[in-house]
């Protein structure tokens, strides 16, 4: 398999458990001290909308991502995906940045790796 396909796997896990992890704040999971800046350990509304609008996000992120590796049908132009990748692995590399520099300690310590792997991932299926 090739290592594209292998990455795509990947984020698309990845991107899943963050969105099951999204999902848990926005039905009110005392986890807010790992998202959003940490100030809240359990997300007011708005910032629910936020985790409602991140987990709508990660599934166009993974479609985006299988389209460049070829795992599933290409439905849009290949310009179009080979941009959007590089635009979502610049997200991500900006994630490392603002995660790195977060007031809260848990979402520091978890979120830049994760970030970190994301942007690794979504470079490789890029290049790809």
């Given at each position: 398999?090739?290592?594209?396909?292998i990455?795509?796997?990947?984020?698309?896990?990845?991107l899943?458990?963050?969105?099951?992890?999204?999902?848990?704040?926005?039905?009110?999971?005392?986890?807010?001290?790992f998202?959003?800046?940490?100030?809240d350990?359990?997300?007011?509304?708005r910032?629910?909308?936020g985790?409602?609008?991140?987990?709508?996000?990660y599934?166009?992120?993974?479609?985006?991502?299988?389209?460049?590796?070829?795992?599933?049908?290409?439905?849009l132009?290949e310009?179009?995906?080979?941009?959007?990748a590089?635009v979502?692995a610049?997200?991500f590399?900006?994630?490392?940045?603002?995660?790195?520099?977060?007031?809260?300690?848990?979402?520091?310590?978890?979120?830049?790796?994760?970030a970190?792997?994301?942007?690794?991932?979504?470079?490789?299926?890029?290049?790809?």
């Open positions: 398999m090739p290592l594209t396909s990455a795509a796997i990947l984020i698309c896990v990845l899943g458990a963050l969105a099951v992890f999204q999902l848990a704040l926005v039905c009110g999971a005392p986890l807010g001290h998202a959003w800046g940490g100030a350990r359990v997300l007011p509304a910032k629910r909308v985790s409602v609008v991140a987990i709508a996000l599934a166009v992120f993974a479609w985006v991502f299988l389209m460049k590796a070829g795992l599933v049908q290409m439905v132009p310009i179009v995906v080979d941009v959007a590089w979502i610049a997200y590399a900006l994630g490392i940045a603002l995660n790195a520099i977060s007031r809260s300690k848990p979402e520091r310590y978890t979120a830049t790796p994760v970190i792997v994301l942007t690794v991932l979504s470079v490789i299926i890029a290049i790809g």
